[in-house]
């Protein structure tokens, strides 16, 4: 299977809160992060967390890591029509030091 | 402005053909790393970089080759051998250490003719 996993699509109408999940299997995992990727775009850093905290909040997200599932989830308060990308999570290890694992991505629609 | 650029925005080549395509950064970042993007798939790391002078393969290198003789600059060789060159290449830089996230650049769209 793949190190890092998540569901493809997600719908939500605006102004509702959206939540992006993504599972890893690598248990030295070191940081966790959210990339956002805009139609014929590079990634944009939205946010990261260590391993070893299970919630970080910046504005309009939040982001939760239950360590034991291995189990990251993006949360976006108030989700507007300029949310519509792709998501990527992608992780990085402390066995190899400098590189990033990434998740297929999940397209977020926002319908007005 | 500090960051990544990369050159061309779009490449057209033909079959058979070597391309090379650019990436430049002035974020004084050590490593630099090209990754390869298809349709519904996540990043796959083609080559990093940590330092200048030395790179390593990353899990798709085959058909691409890389220098780093310039701290600032990692450029991407897309050669004939590459069996399926036809994607959206990015590259990105962040400093070493457990954070490794990094910035990205806009991205190279290489086509195969």
Excluded at chain 1, 7 to 19: A, I, M, N, P, T
Excluded at chain 1, 71 to 91: K, M, N, P, V, W
Excluded at chain 2, 15 to 30: A, M, Y
Excluded at chain 2, 33 to 39: A, E, H, L, N
Aim: proline residues 3%; aromatic residues 12%.
């Amino acid at each position: 299977g793949e190190d890092v996993e998540q569901s493809l699509f997600l719908s939500v109408r605006e102004g509702d809160s959206s939540v992006i999940n993504c599972t890893y299997t690598d248990s030295s995992s070191t940081y966790l992060y959210w990339y956002k990727q805009e139609p014929g775009a590079g990634l944009q850093l939205l946010t990261y967390i260590f391993s070893n905290m299970d919630m970080k909040q910046d504005q309009r997200l939040t982001v939760l890591l239950n360590k034991k599932d291995k189990h990251l989830s993006l949360r976006i308060a108030d989700t507007q029509t300029g949310d519509s990308a792709i998501y990527f999570c992608a992780e990085s290890r402390r066995s190899t030091l400098g590189r990033l694992y990434f998740g297929r991505g999940t397209q977020l629609t926002v319908w007005p | 402005d500090g960051g990544i650029t990369q050159s061309p925005k779009y490449l057209f080549r033909k079959e058979g053909q070597n391309v090379t395509l650019s990436c430049e950064q002035n974020l004084n970042h050590d490593a630099m790393y090209w990754y390869r993007q298809d349709p519904g798939q996540g990043l796959r790391l083609i080559y990093y970089s940590q330092i200048v002078n030395d790179f390593q393969k990353g899990d798709i290198a085959e058909g691409y080759s890389v220098s780093r003789e310039k701290k600032e600059s990692f450029p991407l060789t897309v050669t004939s051998a590459q069996k399926n060159p036809t994607a959206f290449y990015l590259c990105a830089s962040s400093n070493l250490g457990e954070l490794a996230g990094g910035f990205f650049g806009p991205g190279t769209r290489l086509t195969v003719l």
